[in-house]
Every structure is written in structure tokens, then in C-alpha cells.
């Protein structure tokens, strides 16, 4: 999966919008201001960073050798992910799906609330 389409899969998310913050090499996607994706190229490699469980970050960094720690990131809660086809893009959507659940469940309430009222 090329990551134009990446993009635009985490485009399609509740209230997703993209800003450029770190400059306009690293595509950040947020929800109510709170980053769920980042895409960048680094060292001639797209890239995607996604928020995730620390536990189930374990699992995947030892199950694929292009999900890393995340750059430039909380190593514990964020993967980064080498997108060089070695993993599935059903893999990689579910990967999305998780880090867009842990942030939106992260909002306070009246931010879900009244987010999901504006979307």
C-alpha cells in the first residue's frame, strides 16, 4: 500500500484533520488537536508512526522487522512502521484503527461529545 493511501485512510477518521507542525517534511493527522498518525520519508523510506498499546507494541516489533520504536517518539506508546510492503495493509489499517481508537478514547468526554456534534 503506497502511503498516499495511507493518508487518505487516516483522512476518512471521525474528525481527522492534517497539520505540519515539526515543518512540512512530517505530515501529522490529529483528532482535536492530539496526533494519531505521523507520515514522513526517512532515509529514502516512507514512514508511518502510530499511537499503541505498550503491550501490543512488543508483540508487533518482535513479529515484523520494519515496526520499530517510534522516531522521535515515545518509544513505549508509539510504533513506527517502515512502509516497505513487508506488512499487510489490512495489518496497517488495523494499526490505524487502534491508534485512532487509544487517542479518541483518551479525549475528555465533552471533547468526544461535542467533536462528534461538529463532525
Known amino acids: 500500500m503506497k502511503s498516499k493511501e495511507l493518508f487518505l485512510y487516516c483522512m476518512t477518521k471521525l474528525g481527522a484533520i492534517e497539520d505540519y507542525p515539526f515543518g512540512p517534511d512530517v505530515i501529522v493527522i490529529k483528532i482535536a488537536s492530539k496526533m494519531f498518525a ?9 514512514t508511518l508512526s502510530l499511537k499503541c498499546d505498550p503491550d501490543y507494541s512488543e508483540v508487533l516489533r518482535k513479529q515484523y ?13 508509539w510504533n513506527t512502521i517502515v512502509l516497505d510492503g513487508s506488512v499487510a ?4 489499517k488495523q494499526l490505524i ?5 487509544l487517542v479518541y478514547k483518551s479525549l475528555p468526554k465533552r471533547m468526544r461529545t461535542a467533536a462528534s456534534g461538529d463532525w
Open 65 to 77: 522487522r520494519s515496526i520499530i520504536p517510534g522516531y522521535h517518539l515515545s518509544k513505549r506508546h
Open 89 to 92: 495493509e489490512r495489518d496497517i
Open 97 to 101: 484503527d487502534h491508534s485512532y481508537d
Open 38 to 46: 505521523l507520515m514522513s520519508r526517512r532515509n529514502g523510506q516512507d
